[in-house]
């Protein structure tokens, strides 16, 4: 079964930094792109971020582009947000997801299956 | 940049058919995704590459993209299938979401 843990939200103070981690089992993790997905309380779904297999490339969403980092350990299966510069709207719940498709040539052509069951992230004074 | 436009609600009687569109320009052109959040839960996919439904996705969804607009269908709609609809495709090198439709089964 494909299962996708995420960990490490928490409060914190805005301009501070936080690591998010999601624990990936049940599939070839190294042959699947993964992507971070975002919901702030009451609101829709955000992209965030998309990684690839090889952990080239990397994509983010304006939003966080130089303040995000996506990573990923495919020894340990895992994959990582490195999130500084934290500001009061990237209060979400954080969503890793597993990537089917692909990204090529700066085309993509996929969809995010499954996802994980969100870390909730505070950003607050 | 681009935008995808959901309608914020959708309302249905059970066994009806219910409609949900996404619209955006040249959508038709992409591929579209649709995912479906039930309150406190997180987000599965329903349809993908415009019409493919996943295995264990039950054939009362279905979906379709031409023009400038994407539609989730549900055809006999259940009570179980309220909740949240998402469409999603790519622009480029940057993944975008609808705003989300609720879907009430009334």
């Known amino acids: 079964e494909v299962q996708l843990v995420e960990s490490g939200g928490g409060l914190v103070r805005p301009g501070e930094s936080l690591r998010l981690s999601c624990a990936a089992s049940?599939?070839?993790?190294?042959?699947?792109?993964m992507t971070w997905v975002r919901q702030a309380p009451g609101k829709g779904l955000e992209w965030v971020a998309y990684?690839?297999?090889?952990?080239?490339?990397?994509y983010y969403a304006d939003s966080v582009k130089g303040r995000f980092t996506i990573s990923r350990d495919n020894v340990r299966d895992s994959l990582s947000l490195q999130m500084s510069s934290l500001r009061d709207e990237d209060t979400a719940v954080y969503y890793c997801a597993r990537v089917v498709g692909y990204c090529t040539g700066g085309v993509c052509d996929n969809w995010f299956d499954p996802w994980g069951q969100g870390t909730l992230v505070t950003v607050s004074s | 940049s681009y935008e995808l436009t959901q309608p914020p609600s959708v309302s249905v009687s059970p066994g009806q058919t219910a409609s949900i569109t996404c619209s955006g320009e040249k959508l038709g052109e992409k591929y579209a995704a649709w995912y479906q959040q039930k309150a406190g839960q997180s987000p599965i996919i329903i349809i993908y590459q415009d019409k493919k439904r996943p295995s264990g996705i039950p054939e009362r969804f279905s979906g379709s993209n031409s023009g400038n607009t994407a539609t989730l269908t549900i055809s006999g709609t259940q009570a179980m299938d309220e909740g949240d609809y998402f469409c999603q495709t790519w622009d480029g090198t940057t993944a975008v979401f609808g705003g989300g439709t609720k879907l009430t089964v009334l």
């Open positions: 990684i690839s297999g090889h952990g080239s490339p990397s």
């Open positions: 049940g599939f070839t993790f190294i042959s699947h792109s």
